[in-house]
């Protein structure tokens, strides 16, 4: 089993862990006890805040002399002098989180003290049993009266052991379980989970090159941990939902969700829950047919009575990732289930929230830039036309006239095919100019272009880039304007590690997103600050433009953001995740990472683009295909990666030439139902000379069987280099944002954000 590899780290590290029990609990700790840990928590309730010991010389041990913490799969250790504690969220499938926590002595603890007993400090809302009150007497005078509830719990000298501490929440209880019966079970359902996740999932490259080969390697890791803490994110008893980011992101958010659903669950070959996913969104539907948020798929649910519609794209996204959900699985029954789903939506943005230019309109803060002032003005105001939504209406008008061609409904198939081609033909008479290398990021309502360069023109190339959309049909612009836009992006945005969300040298540019007492926050939010997750729209871009070699210093940066033994002194990173967010200057030379330390988008683009950009993996079931387009970078000479489609598993394996530089691929097939077992067609796009045109390649590949090719790996002569910070003293004299107190909310409040 290729599972990811224990993380090991001190408080020095800056570092943090954690994991979820995949229904409703997340379980958190700091390396640093100076630092936040949120400990266990249900909700909004704390119900485990830490931990510490007594040990047999009536010594309190508490976490700051914990020597290292390692995070594992799915559990975590903290390594003392003398003993080790692991503690384990176990995956109960129901809405009583349980942790099983185990002591195990080390070899020879004569020396240093070890445990006697272990207290668990919980929150002050959980009633503890089994306490010995005694005990609990005498271990309060040692420990800070603000810990006011403890479940004290005895420590065998002897060899290994192993609780299940239980939390009842209903009861607002927690009790000590020692059924061994039940632990064991519990245990082996986790291990279980855990296997079968990693069991369609294994990617591992190398190189020749020393150093080449250490950079894939750290990379081939954090692509495990990241599938790992996406996993983590995907919550929910019936209903599965995905969490949009650790810690307060808790809940389901509808463009979060979409764009994290193909790099957690379709790229990882968990059908079942995605499906489930786009079920549980498709019934928040509106189907008031008076209401201003008709057709709309919730930006936010929490229950029927908690819903929230205030978003231009969530809808768009679901509808984008439904389709590759089916492509992905050839479930067209599920397709045509959801078919009335589609059709409502596509009809009321059609009809009432047009333009006539069939533009799709919005508010200022409807796409997902939303950071508002006071919840009133947006922090970054894009008009009622941005790009992105464009280019998404566009996207989900093929994809909805597909859906109808297969379900017979040809009066909408030739009204959205339309529809679509009237939006694309005037996006490039009035987002694109020739006077300007790339797109207007948006238009406002009085008709002014908003020129100000952004990552979202990205997605003017990738939103469109889907499998079973014909050649014309996934090409939003053209070649040219692409290829202007990609390298505008590139090389006024990208930094070697992470992508600006405005170009520095824009007035209202704000380089450091919390740490920064010249503003608020969410002025930087969308305004300069880095989001992890942009990386993917770019990785995506650049590979089509066969710049695979330029951007990958940019995938590693991330990689080693995950891995605690890569990174520099910095706050908010969790080991085997990434952040929301970074400072788009480094601090002496140091990351800062903000937001949320787990963000679901971060770590699904990091996936993603692993498989169906670099390595160009997509299927496309729904016509008995599978699309091999790589875009391998340079250094990768020798690789394996398995995926799944449909109910089977793939392997891709090859290894190049060095003297050639031609690349030998296998793909093999295995097949596990025979309801499948039928040929499929491979297409492989790949050159047939070095440094000639990509060509096209067909195979039929048989059930429990393999094909063979070779090509060359499409190279682009243009180099293109990352944007240089100006994080110097002289520039940032030039900066408004950090040299005049809250400069932006008084030229928003004064009506001149222009």
Not at 366 to 372: I, Y
Not at 436 to 458: K, S, W, Y
Not at 547 to 554: F, I, M, P, T
Not at 637 to 644: A, T
Request: proline share 3%; aromatic share 12%.
């Amino acid at each position: 089993m290729n599972l990811p590899c224990a993380l090991s780290f001190t408080a020095a590290s800056g570092m943090s862990a954690s994991y979820t029990d995949r229904v409703s609990s997340f379980m958190h700790f700091h390396s640093d006890v100076s630092k936040k840990s949120y400990g266990l928590m249900h909700g909004d309730t704390e119900l485990l805040k830490d931990f510490c010991f007594i040990d047999n010389s009536n010594n309190l041990i508490t976490r700051a002399s914990c020597i290292k913490m390692t995070a594992r799969c799915g559990s975590l250790e903290f390594v003392f002098q003398s003993f080790s504690l692991f503690i384990t969220l176990l995956f109960t499938g129901n809405n009583s989180p349980a942790l099983c926590i185990r002591n195990v002595p080390k070899a020879s603890n004569k020396i240093f003290p070890v445990p006697e007993k272990l207290i668990l400090l919980t929150g002050s809302s959980v009633v503890c049993s089994n306490t010995d009150d005694e005990a609990e007497k005498n271990v309060r005078n040692k420990i800070s009266s603000t810990h006011t509830n403890m479940l004290v719990i005895p420590v065998e000298a002897s060899a290994e052991n192993r609780w299940t501490v239980l939390f009842k929440i209903k009861s607002e209880n927690v009790f000590h379980v020692v059924n061994e019966n039940y632990l064991s079970s519990l245990m082996h359902n986790h291990r279980i989970q855990i296997e079968q996740f990693f069991s369609n999932i294994s990617f591992s490259i190398s190189s020749e090159n020393a150093q080449e080969n250490n950079d894939n390697k750290i990379y081939s890791a954090s692509l495990l941990w990241a599938f790992f803490s996406g996993w983590m994110l995907v919550t929910g008893i019936k209903d599965r939902g995905i969490w949009a980011g650790l810690p307060w992101f808790r809940d389901n958010w509808g463009r979060d969700t979409f764009i994290a659903l193909p790099g957690i669950l379709l790229v990882s070959g968990q059908f079942e829950e995605a499906r489930s996913v786009i079920e549980a969104f498709a019934r928040y539907q509106n189907t008031d047919s008076t209401s201003a948020s008709y057709g709309k798929i919730p930006n936010r649910y929490r229950s029927e009575s908690d819903v929230i519609y205030n978003t231009a794209d969530g809808t768009l996204w679901f509808i984008r990732e439904l389709w590759e959900y089916v492509q992905y699985t050839a479930d067209i029954n599920f397709l045509k289930k959801m078919f009335p789903i589609v059709q409502r939506a596509l009809e009321a943005d059609r009809t009432l929230r047009c333009d006539a230019n069939d533009f799709l309109l919005h508010g200022d803060a409807d796409t997902w830039m939303d950071a508002r002032i006071e919840n009133k003005e947006s922090w970054s105001p894009r008009g009622n036309r941005a790009c992105d939504i464009q280019a998404l209406w566009y996207t989900a008008l093929q994809i909805g006239a597909s859906m109808a061609s297969i379900c017979g409904s040809s009066n909408d198939e030739v009204i959205w095919r339309n529809t679509a081609q009237a939006v694309k033909k005037n996006f490039s008479l009035v987002f694109i100019s020739s006077e300007t290398p790339f797109i207007a990021d948006c238009i406002h309502a009085d008709g002014q272009e908003d020129m100000r360069v952004r990552p979202n023109q990205l997605f003017c190339t990738t939103v469109s880039n889907i499998t079973g959309f014909k050649e014309d049909e996934a090409k939003f612009i053209s070649d040219s304007i692409m290829e202007k836009s990609v390298h505008t992006v590139f090389e006024k945005l990208a930094f070697p590690y992470g992508l600006t969300s405005l170009n520095q040298n824009h007035e209202n540019f704000h380089p450091y997103h919390d740490s920064c007492e010249m503003y608020h926050k969410d002025a930087a939010y969308h305004n300069g600050t880095i989001w992890l997750w942009n990386s993917g729209p770019l990785v995506e871009s650049m590979c089509l433009l066969h710049e695979q070699d330029a951007v990958y210093a940019l995938s590693l940066s991330h990689a080693k953001l995950m891995q605690p033994s890569y990174t520099t002194s910095f706050t908010g990173g969790c080991a085997g995740s990434l952040s929301e967010n970074m400072d788009a200057y480094l601090t002496d030379g140091s990351e800062h990472l903000s937001g949320t330390f787990s963000q679901a988008w971060s770590v699904s683009e990091f996936t993603r683009t692993a498989y169906t950009s670099y390595a160009g993996i997509r299927p496309c079931l729904i016509d008995n295909r599978i699309i091999i387009s790589p875009s391998f970078p340079l250094s990768w000479k020798k690789g394996h990666i398995s995926f799944r489609a449909g109910e089977e598993l793939f392997a891709l394996s090859w290894r190049t030439h060095g003297e050639t530089e031609e690349v030998y691929f296998t793909l093999s097939r295995k097949s596990t139902h025979t309801r499948n077992l039928h040929s499929l067609e491979v297409c492989v796009h790949l050159a047939a000379k070095k440094g000639s045109a990509v060509h096209t390649q067909y195979y039929l590949l048989q059930p429990e069987d393999s094909c063979s090719f070779s090509g060359f790996i499409p190279k682009s002569s243009v180099k293109s280099s990352f944007a240089i910070p100006e994080n110097n003293d002289e520039h940032k004299k030039t900066i408004p944002s950090i040299n005049e107190e809250n400069y932006l909310y008084k030229k928003i409040k004064g009506r001149n954000y222009e």
